[in-house]
Nanobody, 115 residues
Framework: QVQLVESGGGLVQPGGSLRLSCAAS????????MGWYRQAPGKTRELVAQ???????GYADSVKGRFTISRDNAKNTLYLQMNSLKPEDTAVYYC?????????WGQGTQVTVSS
């Protein structure tokens, strides 16, 4: 069974930075896509950033130029570097991994951007 464990969330002031990590229990080469989603209170879960096994990345318009997704295959870890954070980035952030026929989710990590 695949396990994804997120870490790195917390409270940060507007304009600050955080780096989220997602440690996978298995070899992430087996996932054709990995990504970060977020869900704010009262809102639906939305895709923030995605990266394929070939390293192709995609971002939501709201985070382009501020967030960077990356993966370290040797450490079986996915990252999300978040810079210039805004209060509207406040949400629970979830790690996602996709294999053919299966989708896996982490438990989420809270990010709060507030002064």
């Amino acid at each position: 069974q695949v396990q994804l464990v997120e870490s790195g969330g917390g409270l940060v002031q507007p304009g600050g930075s955080l780096r989220l990590s997602c440690a996978a229990s298995g070899n992430i080469f087996s996932f054709y896509s990995m990504g970060w989603y977020r869900q704010a209170p009262g809102k639906t879960r939305e895709l923030v950033a995605q990266i394929t096994s070939g390293g192709i990345t995609g971002y939501a318009d709201s985070v382009k130029g501020r967030f960077t997704i990356s993966r370290d295959n040797a450490k079986n870890t996915l990252y999300l570097q978040m810079n210039s954070l805004k209060p509207e980035d406040t949400a629970v952030y979830y790690c996602n991994a996709m294999r053919v026929g299966s989708a896996y989710w982490g438990q989420g990590t809270q990010v709060t951007v507030s002064s």
